[in-house]
């Protein structure tokens, strides 16, 4: 079955530069990454995370640094329904 969904990291000029930054993620633990062609056209992509833990927290704080153009932005609690 192929896979439901995607999470896209980031866009690179270079095939090269993709597959190092797969590199770095996969000696921090993530796999299963791959990098794969295809036209850019989205200007902002927005992933909330919920429910993480402080260990998760710490990884998606130290994940940023490999992502300097972009913005880490805490979201609002919400209410519990």
């Known amino acids: ?3 439901r969904f ?3 990291l980031g866009a690179w000029r270079d095939r090269d530069q993709a597959r190092k930054q797969i590199a770095r993620l996969e ?3 993530f796999k299963g990454l ?4 295809g036209p850019s056209s989205m200007q902002t992509t927005r992933i909330r995370l919920r429910g ?4 998760a927290t710490a990884q998606v704080n130290a994940l940023q640094a490999d992502f300097p153009q ?6 609002a609690v ?4």
């Open 52 to 55: 993480l833990d402080a260990a």
């Open 34 to 37: 791959q990098a794969a062609d």
């Open 6 to 8: 995607t999470l896209l």
């Open 1 to 3: 079955m192929p896979p």
């Open 27 to 29: 000696r921090r633990g």
């Open 78 to 81: 919400e209410p519990a329904s």
């Open 70 to 75: 972009q913005k880490l932005q805490a979201c």
